[in-house]
């Protein structure tokens, strides 16, 4: 176990230093001098200007900075956002906004998912099932921004059962709703899986086989059918993870949840490159971590994937 | 407490059909037998002939879309087809306990193996405390064969092997102690050895019990051997039924004729003990498939190759295959795969590789085939080392030795047509243009009997044994000299295993080909080897000619590979 975890971290170095390589030659390209930008409309002292530009190392070339870059993030050192805050303490205040807003939508997804998807499988080709396709389709091809909107209209402005924008109190009962339409595309693929993968673990031999031992209906489809069925759902909630990401950020921006997703939003928009750079490297270690977990998971799972002995 | 008059089953004018997109397929057409307490039943027939639907349908588990869709089960007088679904529930695991066919798929990989014994016995209320249950099923696993059971519950499926796996459905099977076990072709997975431990096994424990069992086989010999009835179906009707020996000796209908003829465990017998008969068994009509006329093709290129001694193509010389076995870490073990083989295979002739699993049979057919490279050794064919060679050379050796697996299912690509797959060995190797191919692709359905059309159809829509010959055809498609068959007709049932064989034996004589058979069957080595080799654990333990080892085997584990074909102590008077 210990050496898979080794393993799986050191193959997740060169992910990390290919990525923010990608990020920050990206954020490099953009057009504009950023220490201009920090002046806004005002004219700077071009004595001053290239004293900040010295200190930021914008006068050495790419690789340079890039390296100066990567010795930072290697020492917890994010740098400074435009006002003035450091890029740590932004990170500290919307990380756990986001964390609750992703937690809340996997579980969404898991349990609403994983329910409709077991019983659309275990009734294949009925009404259940495939009015199941026809609403999972439906939310799998309108973008996650339309939802937005309409879960919005009608769920917080016509019924009044939600606020419309959370604002500065991110508490559990005003995320509810940015949650659900986070996780509607997801639950949407998590049906679609689901079912399939019921289906097929109904097909195996050890289920009969388990009916025929003299258990009953009750016990053969959680312990012999959900069971297995669970394995390919869970490797892919890793992927979901990314898309959980994506998602968060455009509905942060419109719900205006004061997370990272609203926050890299705004980063963007404005040109803050310290704050997009940070965020982005900080997003995509936690989607390595989170993944190297799933793996893990994967192993209890199924005891066949044994990593090493 | 039983009552000795009414039978413990009774099935009476079982219908059953699978609904399809064009409408219903009758399974079963009124299949009607009883089992007695105690008594000993087994079904016999080719794949498709209904009998392990007839099993399935006693429990109400038909696969798919099946329905029972006429008739009664009366199991103890209480009609299974119309009960309930918690009334089979309670039939089910006590009172009619079911092993079924594949060890490696009927367990479930993600429980340990203690958990689903476990899950059985408290299931059928034999235990309830978690102590009991568990107390309980070590000792069903002790007595399925599973010698250290306190140790393994622990561990999964995946960390068995297939003999052990059957021995826990086995116990599984009987944990509930049931009146009437259903086996479900319980062995067919298995190699011969194992196979006889496990009947025997098996045997005894249901003996003991008083257990009712109800085999399901395709095996005749096996059949015979087990069991006091005998039912031999056909097409979803029972052909012939009756006491064991009676039906082998005297059978009355022509399947179950045919079915004899062909089982190749009786046959081998038959020429052993029968040999003045096969005169007039010559001359038989064509019903009496294959094995009468491979027996005779193989005496008479026998007789030939006595006469005239040719040249060994193959010569294989200290052949050792060493594999490292990773341990965890960076350690390793050394595992000696195949260890100081030697033989030699004269040209055109059959030479056997006979062995159970593990023995390294396999791991001979890869070094030859240059798939795996040899630890030391030399393998020359014809004159030449092949375990020197650079790829260009052996892609050329590859034109004269071509290779043909066991499974027909997983050998063809699902997506290529069977034109295109028997076509692709030439285009690899560059040989002649498109229109030459399609000539050659047509000479060749021609040479293996299969309808030139089938060269457009695609590999789910033909049988296992057209499958096989596809195989056999694309093997030959370079014209090759040599041909590896690994298991070549393992897969396949009786009447269709003679078949093929009797297709490679045609083959060899008129393109003269030499076949390194390798099988797990010595009943099949019977009638096509000229020569056996036996292997185990990596060693060749005795080497032959196939009359030699048949009639006065050297080896005490030649020995038991021989006893443990199965119907082998069976005399029939043909």
């Known amino acids: 176990m210990v050496f898979y975890v080794i393993r799986r971290i050191l193959q997740a170095i060169p992910v990390l230093i290919g990525t923010t390589f990608l990020i920050y030659f990206l954020v490099f390209a953009m057009p504009g001098n950023p220490v201009q930008a920090l002046f806004g409309d005002k004219t700077p002292n071009p ?46 205040r919307t990380f756990p906004v986001t964390a609750r807003l992703a937690l809340m939508a996997v579980v969404i997804e898991m349990v609403v998912g994983v329910t409709i998807g077991l019983v659309a499988g275990l009734r294949k080709g009925k009404l259940f099932d495939l009015s199941s396709l026809v609403i999972s389709l439906l939310f799998l091809s309108v973008p996650i921004f339309v939802i937005c909107f309409i879960g919005q209209f009608f769920l917080g402005f016509k019924l009044g059962w939600f606020r419309t924008t959370v604002g500065a109190d991110a508490s559990i009962p005003n995320l509810i709703l940015p949650a659900i339409v986070l996780a509607s595309s997801l639950v949407a693929i998590n049906i679609r899986l689901t079912r399939g993968s019921v289906i097929e673990t109904l097909n195996n031999d ?104 | 407490m039983t009552d000795t008059r009414t039978p413990l ?54 696969p798919g879309t099946g329905q029972i869709t006429n008739g009664q089960v009366l199991f103890e007088g209480q009609d299974l087809a119309k009960a309930s679904r918690s009334q089979l529930e309670h039939v089910r695991g006590r009172g009619i306990g079911f092993v079924p066919q594949d060890p490696m798929s009927n367990l479930n990989p993600v429980w340990s193996v203690g958990f689903q014994v476990e899950e059985t016995i408290r299931a059928n209320g034999v235990a309830t405390s978690p102590r009991d249950v ?9 007595q399925a064969g599973l ?18 796996r059957q021995r826990v459905l086995i116990g599984i099977g009987l944990s509930g102690d049931p009146k009437l076990l259903i086996a479900d072709e319980p062995t067919s997975a298995l190699d011969v050895t194992v196979q006889r431990r496990i009947l025997d096994h098996l045997g005894t ?99 030939h190759l006595a006469a005239n001694p040719s040249e060994p193509v ?43 699993s593990g023995s390294g049979k396999s791991t001979v057919a890869k070094l030859l085939l240059g798939l795996e490279s040899a630890t030391s050794g030399s393998i020359s064919v014809g004159g030449r080392d092949i375990t020197t060679l650079n790829r260009r050379e052996l892609f050329r050796l590859r034109r004269t030795m071509q290779p043909v697996f066991q499974d027909p299912y997983g050998t063809l690509d699902p997506l290529v047509n069977i034109g295109n797959t028997i ?152």
Request: hydrophobic share 45%.
């Open chain 1, 47 to 92: 004595a001053l200007l290239a004293e900040l530009e010295k200190q930021y190392h914008l006068n050495e070339p790419f690789i340079v900075q890039y390296l100066y870059y990567l010795r930072d993030v290697v020492t917890g050192n994010f740098g400074v956002s435009f006002s003035g805050q450091s890029v740590n303490d932004v990170l500290a």
């Open chain 1, 206 to 309: 050890f289920v009969r086989t388990a009916y025929s031992k003299g258990l009953s209906r009750r016990r053969v489809i959680p312990v012999h059918v959900l069971r297995n069925s669970l394995i390919p759902v869970t490797t892919q909630l890793g992927a979901d993870f990314g898309i959980l990401l994506v998602g968060a950020t455009v509905t942060e921006g419109i719900f205006n949840v004061p997370g990272v997703g609203n926050t890299l939003y705004q980063a963007i928009i404005r040109g803050e490159r310290p704050t997009v750079v940070s965020f982005v490297t900080v997003m995509v270690l936690l989607y390595l971590v989170v993944n190297i977990i799933i793996d893990l998971i994967y192993a209890v799972l199924d005891p066949r994937i044994r990593y090493v002995k």
């Open chain 2, 423 to 574: 076509a692709e060995p030439l285009k690899i190797h560059g040989v002649g243009d498109r229109d030459s191919r399609r000539d050659r692709v047509t000479e060749l359905l021609e040479q293996v009997a299969l309808p030139v059309e089938l060269a457009d159809r695609y590999p789910n829509e033909l049988s296992g044994g057209q499958r096989q010959r596809v195989a056999v055809a694309r093997a030959l498609a370079l014209k090759p000299e040599i041909i590896v068959l690994d298991e070549a007709v393992s897969a396949l049932d009786v009447l269709v295993q003679a078949q093929i064989l009797q297709l490679l034996a045609e083959l060899q004589s008129e393109l003269g080909l030499t076949y390194l058979f390798i099988t797990h069957d010595l009943a099949v080595v019977r009638v096509i080897a000229d020569n056996v080799c036996v292997m185990q654990k990596g060693r060749i333990v005795e080497q032959a000619s196939t009359d030699e080892v048949f009639a006065s085997p050297k080896e005490q584990y030649t020995r038991d590979l021989l006893d443990a074909i199965p119907g082998a102590g069976i005399k029939i008077g043909v």
């Open chain 2, 134 to 142: 568990k107390k309980k099923a070590v000792e069903v696993l002790k």
């Open chain 2, 147 to 164: 010698d250290d059971a306190d140790k393994r519950m622990r561990q999964f499926p995946h960390q068995f092997s297939g003999g052990m």
């Open chain 2, 314 to 356: 193959i010569q294989i010389r200290d052949l050792t295959k060493v594999f490292k076995i990773r341990t965890g870490g960076f350690r390793s073990v050394d595992f000696t795969a195949v260890d100081k083989v030697s033989f030699e295979i004269p040209k055109g002739t059959t030479t056997a590789l006979v062995g159970e």
């Open chain 2, 205 to 303: 424990l249901t003996g003991d019990a008083g257990t009712a069992v109800l085999f399901i086989t395709h095996d005749l010999g096996l059949a015979a051997e087990r069991a006091e009835k005998l039912i031999v179906m056909y097409k979803g009707d029972i052909v012939e039924a009756g006491p064991s020996l009676e039906v082998l000796q005297n059978p009355l209908h022509p399947y179950t004729q045919r079915l004899i003829a062909a089982a190749p465990s009786l046959a081998s017998r038959r020429i052993q003990g029968s040999e003045q008969k096969l005169g007039e068994l010559k001359h038989d009509t064509e019903t009496d498939a294959g094995s009468v006329d491979l027996i005779t093709a193989a005496e008479e290129r026998a007789e």
């Open chain 2, 9 to 62: 089953l009774e099935v009476k004018d079982l219908e059953v059909a699978f609904r399809t997109q064009r409408g219903s397929v009758k399974a079963l057409n009124g299949v009607s037998f009883t089992i007695e307490h105690g008594e000993t039943v087994a079904i016999v027939g080719e794949s498709g002939s209904g009998k392990s639907t007839t099993a399935a349908a006693i429990i109400n588990l038909l």
